[in-house]
Structure formats: structure tokens, C-alpha cells
């Protein structure tokens, strides 16, 4: 008797004729057609034995011989727990020892992941989505109450903090389950000061996503570490701004910030959560954002650096006097190339792919509104966290499925391809251009068709930096 499980990072979900199985730590994944979907639907959370599973499917595929059922899903179990997929056991005290086998959980979480297969399922899906809209990832903030006040926040400080029912969470939650989303992200304001939020992870963890947060770490304490791990959080993302702490405490208007979230982040990474820090570059830590990179590097954390900086959602633009002027951003593009390998690889890897812009005509700007959607903590939706003000529908008034389904505003939305900017698609720049909606909507006074001159200025220096530094050698 050979019984089968899930691993317990691994996660499957099944859309219109495709099953796909992902480990949530180190992002190995493979995808199903339609002809192997049964095999990946027997394999659950719930141990079965093997004899059982090839029962069950010569029922459902009575076309295929038993011999090659059988020895089709063996195959298939034995690479699926090479990749930390699944687990097998001889008794269920097997099983349970195998599946507490420690592997490695890169800290550093890989971007793209590993795929063993020659279909690499983020262009899969990027197409796929265009043609299915289906609910993959979303993004729920659970309160606006905050307690940092930080300078460049596209929150607008003036607005009444209010959290979300914790019965209504749940509904929700068991919603997206019903829609196959695999991915949701906890945050806020501060999702930490939700009063029910080791409740409400628990409850994610029973419906089976993967989790993740953003949190800016200054209440994490024992019990917080304690939900965080019997929820198998994915990753806990959090914002580090500098690490002398008048800088940092500057930006988040708290003294005394720097030092709790160090604390807060030592005690997640006690508990074998993946950290992931963001850090948004901008005039108050243009001169210390590095020592983050540099502190990140040595405990092997991943660091994102960002200075992008969107606008509030209320269209005032108050903050994005914390943006970095131009000769900032060339030399803090300039300082991450240096630091970063990764940068030069990713340019090379532009120099190598000759795009060809016009097959690009027809095709989406983004993932929002194909595959994500961002609930707000008053219930209000968006099709992402940036884009607040092209409010999509309330999740207080309709389900979930109705507003991904229904809304005019999602189907205006998905029927924009890069043909409604013509100007773009004869630019010589379009490779370096990471152009998005929320950005020209919250800068434009509500227009997500009209790019903002700041993109192209920053999108023309990409180029320029890296036509200098690649090209040449
Ligand atoms: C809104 S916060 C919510 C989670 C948590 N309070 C935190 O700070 O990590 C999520 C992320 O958005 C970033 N953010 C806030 N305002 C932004 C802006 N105007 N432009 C770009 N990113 C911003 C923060 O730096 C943080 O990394
Ligand atoms: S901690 Fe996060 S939500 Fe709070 S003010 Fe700062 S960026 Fe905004
Ligand atoms: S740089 Fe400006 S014109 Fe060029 S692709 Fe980007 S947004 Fe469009």
C-alpha cells in the first residue's frame, strides 16, 4: 500500500481544461492539459492509497488500459515528490515523517521559480487570463487604521480609518475558494491591528490559498509568530526604509519605529517564514536606502528597491513631493545596477529578445482585472491595490463572482490592449516600460489612457543606463 498526498507547501487548482501545481516556497511548478487532469484532481490533501486512486480513474478514463493508468501515475508521483509536490508513504507514520523532511526554502525567494516543464506557466497564464478572466490572486486590506503615518503613503492621511467585519472576511474568503483563487495577500493600513487577524489567517489557511502579507512588522510578537506559522505563511513582506533610524523614523512619523520592526522581522524569521522587504527610495532616504540593500544581502533576505511613487488615490498629488527628481533617480538606478546582478542579467537578457512591438498590439497592459482584485478595508474593490478610485464594486452589496463577472467597469477594463496607445507602440523605448493604468489614472485626474510624462522621462533613462552600461561590451 502506497499512499499519496499534497505536500503541505504545494498547492493545486484547476480552471476550463487546466490543472496547475505550484510548492509556494520554492515556486516549482507544472501545468496540466486537459488530458492529465484527472491524475492531478486524485491527488488531495486527504491521504489516498494508490490502488484506490487507479480504481477511481479507470472509472473516470475507461478508454486507458489499467496497467497504463497505474504506471502513468506512478510516473507522475515520482517526479511530482522530487519537486516537493507530493508525498508518498507506506503508513500514515511514513507519510507524516516525509512530509516533515526539511528541503531548502530559499529565503530569497526566486522570482520567476523553477518550472521543469518547456511551457513556462507565467506566459501560459498572461495569455490564458487575457482569454478567461479568472480570480487568481487578491488582495484583501483588512483595516485602514494605521499606525505609522508614513510621508509617501498613497493612503490619504484624512481618511476615516474602518476595518473590515471579520464575518464578512470569511464570507469572502469562502468565496474566492469557490473561484479557484489560489493566491491572497493580507494587508492594510496596518493588518496586524485587525482584531481578528490570526482568526482570519487560520480561516485562509482552512481554505486553502497561499498566504501572504504586508505588514510593516511593528506588532509582531510570539503570538503573532505563532498564527504566522500554523497558517504557513508564504512570505511577509515588509517596508524598511533605512536602517539609520532617524531616516526611517522620519518616514514613517513614529519614533522608535526602526528598532520594533527590526524586532518584529528578527522574531518572523525565527519562525521559518520567507521576509521580504520593500524598500521605496525617495528624498528622506536617498542618501541611507542602501544600508537596507546591503543589511538585506547578508541575511539573505530578498529586497525589492523601488522609487516609483503613485499619487494619492484621491488624486492629490501631495505626497509625490517625496519623489526623487531625475538626477536622484539616474544615480540610484545607476547604485542598483552596481549592487544588483540581477539588473545587468535582466538587460542582457533585453539586448538577447528582439521584441516585436506589434505583436504586442492587441494584447493587455497588465494582470488587473484579468487575474487580481484588490477588496479594500471598507469593501469597496479595485483591480489593484494602486488603482483606488476605479471602484469596481462593493463586496458588502454583491458577491464577489457577480463583480468579477458583471462589472462594466472590469469589462471597459479588460478590452484595453496596447492598440489604445499608439504612441507607444512606435516608441523606442517600449522594452523599458513598465507603463501602468493605476499611475496615469491617479495622476491624470481619472484618465488610465493617458501615460504620464515622468513615466516616459524614467522609462527614457532605463535605456539610456542601460544602452551605456550593456550595449557597449
Ligand atoms: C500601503 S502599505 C500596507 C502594508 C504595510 N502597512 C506596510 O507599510 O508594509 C504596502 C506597501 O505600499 C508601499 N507604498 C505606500 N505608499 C506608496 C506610494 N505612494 N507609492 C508606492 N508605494 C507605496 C509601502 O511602502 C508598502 O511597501
Ligand atoms: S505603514 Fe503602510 S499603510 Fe501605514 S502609513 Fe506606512 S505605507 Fe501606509
Ligand atoms: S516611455 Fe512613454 S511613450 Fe514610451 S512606451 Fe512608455 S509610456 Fe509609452
Same mark, same amino acid.
Given at each position: 500500500?502506497?499512499l499519496v498526498k499534497l505536500h503541505p507547501?504545494a498547492?493545486?487548482?484547476?480552471?476550463?481544461?487546466?490543472?496547475?501545481?505550484?510548492?509556494?516556497?520554492?515556486?516549482?511548478?507544472?501545468?496540466?492539459?486537459?488530458?492529465?487532469?484527472?491524475?492531478?484532481?486524485a491527488i488531495a490533501r486527504i491521504p489516498r492509497d494508490?490502488?484506490?486512486i487507479?480504481?477511481?480513474?479507470?472509472?473516470?478514463?475507461?478508454?486507458?488500459?489499467?496497467?497504463?493508468?497505474?504506471?502513468?501515475?506512478?510516473?507522475?508521483v515520482?517526479?511530482?515528490e522530487?519537486?516537493?509536490l507530493v508525498v508518498t508513504g507506506?503508513?500514515l507514520?511514513?507519510l507524516k515523517?516525509n512530509e516533515?523532511?526539511?528541503?531548502?526554502?530559499?529565503?530569497?525567494?526566486?522570482?520567476?521559480?523553477?518550472?521543469?516543464?518547456?511551457?513556462?506557466?507565467?506566459?501560459?497564464?498572461?495569455?490564458?487570463?487575457?482569454?478567461?478572466?479568472?480570480?487568481?490572486?487578491?488582495?484583501?486590506?483588512?483595516?485602514?487604521?494605521?499606525?505609522?503615518?508614513?510621508?509617501?503613503?498613497?493612503?490619504?492621511?484624512?481618511?476615516?480609518?474602518?476595518?473590515?467585519?471579520?464575518?464578512?472576511?470569511?464570507?469572502?474568503? %469562502?468565496?474566492?475558494?469557490?473561484?479557484?483563487?489560489?493566491?491572497? =495577500?493580507?494587508?492594510? @493600513? &496596518?493588518? !496586524?491591528?485587525? $482584531? +481578528?487577524?490570526?482568526?482570519?489567517?487560520?480561516?485562509?489557511?482552512?481554505?486553502?490559498?497561499?498566504?501572504?502579507?504586508?505588514?510593516?512588522?511593528?506588532?509582531?510578537?510570539?503570538?503573532?509568530?505563532?498564527?504566522?506559522?500554523?497558517?504557513?505563511?508564504?512570505?511577509?513582506?515588509?517596508?524598511?526604509?533605512?536602517?539609520?533610524?532617524?531616516?526611517?523614523?522620519?518616514?514613517?512619523?513614529?519614533?522608535?519605529?526602526?528598532?520594533?520592526?527590526?524586532?518584529?522581522?528578527?522574531?518572523?524569521?525565527?519562525?521559518?517564514?520567507?521576509?521580504?522587504?520593500?524598500?521605496?527610495?525617495?528624498?528622506?532616504?536617498?542618501?541611507?536606502?542602501?544600508?537596507?540593500?546591503?543589511?538585506?544581502?547578508?541575511?539573505?533576505?530578498?529586497?525589492?528597491? %523601488?522609487?516609483?511613487?503613485?499619487?494619492?488615490?484621491?488624486?492629490? =498629488?501631495?505626497?509625490? @513631493? &517625496?519623489? !526623487?527628481?531625475? $538626477? +536622484?533617480?539616474?544615480?540610484?538606478?545607476?547604485?542598483?545596477?552596481?549592487?544588483?546582478?540581477?539588473?545587468?542579467?535582466?538587460?542582457?537578457?533585453?539586448?538577447?529578445?528582439?521584441?516585436?512591438?506589434?505583436?504586442?498590439?492587441?494584447?493587455?497592459?497588465?494582470?488587473?482585472?484579468?487575474?487580481?482584485?484588490?477588496?479594500?478595508?471598507?469593501?469597496?474593490?479595485?483591480?489593484?491595490?494602486?488603482?483606488?478610485?476605479?471602484?469596481?464594486?462593493?463586496?458588502?452589496?454583491?458577491?464577489?463572482?457577480?463583480?468579477?463577472?458583471?462589472?462594466?467597469?472590469?469589462?471597459?477594463?479588460?478590452?484595453?490592449?496596447?492598440?489604445?496607445?499608439?504612441?507607444?507602440?512606435?516608441?523606442?523605448?517600449?522594452?523599458?516600460?513598465?507603463?501602468?493604468?493605476?499611475?496615469?489614472?491617479?495622476?491624470?485626474?481619472?484618465?488610465?489612457?493617458?501615460?504620464?510624462?515622468?513615466?516616459?522621462?524614467?522609462?527614457?533613462?532605463?535605456?539610456?543606463?542601460?544602452?551605456?552600461?550593456?550595449?557597449?561590451?
Amino acid at each position: 500500500m502506497t499512499l499519496v498526498k499534497l505536500h503541505p507547501d504545494a498547492f493545486s487548482r484547476f480552471y476550463d481544461g487546466v490543472g496547475y501545481i505550484v510548492n509556494q516556497f520554492t515556486r516549482t511548478n507544472n501545468l496540466f492539459d486537459i488530458n492529465e487532469l484527472d491524475y492531478l484532481k486524485a491527488i488531495a490533501r486527504i491521504p489516498r492509497d494508490t490502488d484506490d486512486i487507479v480504481a477511481d480513474l479507470q472509472i473516470q478514463i475507461p478508454h486507458i488500459p489499467v496497467d497504463q493508468i497505474k504506471a502513468n501515475f506512478c510516473k507522475l508521483v515520482v517526479v511530482l515528490e522530487n519537486e516537493k509536490l507530493v508525498v508518498t508513504g507506506e503508513s500514515l507514520e511514513e507519510l507524516k515523517t516525509n512530509e516533515s523532511v526539511a528541503y531548502e526554502k530559499p529565503y530569497n525567494i526566486l522570482e520567476q521559480g523553477n518550472t521543469v516543464q518547456s511551457i513556462n506557466p507565467a506566459i501560459f497564464f498572461y495569455s490564458y487570463f487575457d482569454k478567461h478572466p479568472t480570480l487568481f490572486a487578491s488582495q484583501i486590506d483588512l483595516t485602514s487604521h494605521c499606525n505609522f503615518t508614513c510621508r509617501h503613503c498613497f493612503y490619504p492621511p484624512e481618511r476615516i480609518p474602518v476595518s473590515l467585519d471579520t464575518g464578512l472576511v470569511f464570507d469572502v474568503l %469562502d468565496q474566492l475558494a469557490e473561484m479557484g483563487t489560489l493566491i491572497v =495577500t493580507f494587508s492594510g @493600513g &496596518e493588518p !496586524l491591528l485587525h $482584531k +481578528d487577524f490570526g482568526k482570519i489567517l487560520l480561516k485562509a489557511r482552512r481554505n486553502d490559498f497561499i498566504i501572504t502579507i504586508q505588514s510593516n512588522a511593528f506588532l509582531v510578537d510570539e503570538r503573532v509568530t505563532e498564527y504566522l506559522r500554523e497558517a504557513n505563511v508564504c512570505t511577509f513582506q515588509t517596508s524598511l526604509y533605512s536602517m539609520k533610524p532617524d531616516d526611517h523614523d522620519r518616514i514613517t512619523g513614529l519614533p522608535g519605529s526602526l528598532k520594533k520592526t527590526l524586532q518584529g522581522i528578527e522574531l518572523v524569521g525565527q519562525s521559518s517564514i520567507p521576509i521580504c522587504v520593500g524598500c521605496h527610495v525617495m528624498k528622506s532616504n536617498r542618501h541611507s536606502y542602501m544600508s537596507v540593500l546591503e543589511w538585506s544581502a547578508k541575511r539573505g533576505v530578498r529586497c525589492m528597491v %523601488d522609487f516609483f511613487m503613485m499619487a494619492r488615490s484621491n488624486f492629490c =498629488t501631495e505626497n509625490l @513631493g &517625496e519623489s !526623487l527628481n531625475m $538626477k +536622484d533617480t539616474e544615480e540610484v538606478t545607476r547604485e542598483m545596477l552596481q549592487y544588483e546582478n540581477k539588473y545587468v542579467e535582466f538587460g542582457k537578457s533585453i539586448k538577447k529578445a528582439s521584441i516585436d512591438i506589434n505583436s504586442f498590439r492587441n494584447k493587455p497592459i497588465c494582470d488587473a482585472g484579468k487575474s487580481m482584485l484588490y477588496i479594500s478595508s471598507d469593501g469597496d474593490c479595485y483591480p489593484c491595490a494602486g488603482f483606488v478610485g476605479y471602484n469596481v464594486g462593493n463586496v458588502r452589496q454583491l458577491p464577489v463572482k457577480d463583480i468579477w463577472n458583471n462589472s462594466d467597469m472590469l469589462s471597459r477594463l479588460r478590452s484595453v490592449t496596447w492598440n489604445d496607445f499608439p504612441e507607444c507602440l512606435e516608441c523606442e523605448a517600449f522594452q523599458y516600460c513598465s507603463m501602468c493604468f493605476a499611475r496615469n489614472f491617479n495622476e491624470n485626474k481619472g484618465n488610465m489612457l493617458k501615460h504620464t510624462s515622468h513615466q516616459c522621462d524614467i522609462t527614457h533613462l532605463n535605456m539610456r543606463v542601460a544602452t551605456e552600461r550593456w550595449f557597449k561590451s
